[in-house]
């Protein structure tokens, strides 16, 4: 055998030995590379469901108060129509009042003079008297609906303040609710600067969320907090119509407090884990909350 065929043998089988431990080095890389994409696509599908989650409940909770407002500011609107139909009956009042008290008092000076020169007669004086009484009476009636009118026209405008201070009340509400929603953004932007864009859902991808199936309002029964957890029991269960999967509202009055992840079902009781809790922000679940849950979300 030629020596170049024996050098070239050598260098084959050393080349042999070498590649065989970089193929199973590749092979677990590739297995490990594999779990944590999945991994980070897990979680970044799940950070999407909450954001999706988090702007629906927002997106309703400004359309409510929105709707709120519209009312409110057509209450004003009629307060303020109401209160000026009051002020021009008041000063047409007025004006009938100044003119009674001047007819009176030209009545009686007519009944001076009549009484200086003695030309009167009886039953003209009996008739200037009934007349004056008359004018008396109504002189009387229009001071009464004079404040009738003006008590009217107070309650009207304490109304209108009323509703001025509610709408301004909404007016934070929605002021409010757009911070927060500036804060989420940011935080969005932020997750996305570390983590980087939300991928597309693929097609016929699964999700551990059901979609409610009907309204459900329920009331929080029980709060349990553990390995940094916190597990959440209400009132409402399979026979009203609840199931495992379920993601509903915890609020308390109008305030935002979190999502309720529901995992367990019973007939007429329900557990699940409280998400997005803020207690800083917005404060912690407790017992006497409302849990909502609205159909087709």
Do not use: C
Not at 76 to 82: G, P, R, Y
Not at 131 to 144: A, G, Q, V
Not at 224 to 245: F, H, P, W
């Amino acid at each position: 055998m030629h020596v170049l065929t024996k050098i070239f043998i050598v260098l084959v089988a050393l080349l042999a030995v070498a590649i065989v431990p970089l193929v199973a080095v590749n092979a677990t890389n590739e297995s490990t590379f594999q779990k944590k994409y999945k991994e980070a696509q897990a979680s970044v599908t799940a950070a999407e469901a909450v954001l999706n989650t988090e702007r629906s409940a927002w997106l309703a909770a400004q359309q409510k108060l929105e709707g709120s407002l519209r009312e409110m500011e057509a209450r004003v609107a009629d307060l303020t129509k109401q209160a000026d139909a009051k002020s021009v009956e008041a000063r047409k009042a007025q004006q009938e009042l100044a003119g009674t008290k001047a007819a009176q008092a030209s009545i009686a000076s007519s009944l001076e003079i009549l009484a200086q020169n003695g030309k009167a007669s009886n039953e003209l004086t009996e008739t200037l008297v009934a007349e004056l009484r008359t004018l008396r009476t109504r002189s009387m009636d229009s001071e009464k609906r004079l404040v009738e009118l003006q008590e009217a026209f107070d309650a009207s405008q304490s109304s209108l303040e009323v509703a001025d201070a509610a709408r301004r009340a909404l007016q934070e509400e929605v002021r409010r609710l757009a911070d927060e929603k500036d804060r989420a953004l940011t935080t969005v932007a932020d997750y996305v600067a570390t983590v980087g864009e939300l991928p597309k859902a693929k097609a016929g991808a699964v999700s551990d969320r059901v979609v409610a199936s009907r309204s459900v309002s329920a009331t929080v029964i029980g709060v349990r907090r553990e390995n940094g957890s916190t597990l959440a029991e209400i009132n409402a269960g399979a026979r009203d119509g609840v199931k495992a999967g379920w993601t509903m509202t915890i609020g308390d009055g109008s305030t935002f407090v979190g999502n309720l992840r529901i995992t367990e079902v019973d007939v007429n009781r329900a557990v699940g884990v409280v998400e997005l809790e803020d207690a800083a922000a917005r404060g912690e679940v407790k017992v006497g909350q409302r849990a909502i849950a609205r159909a087709g979300e």
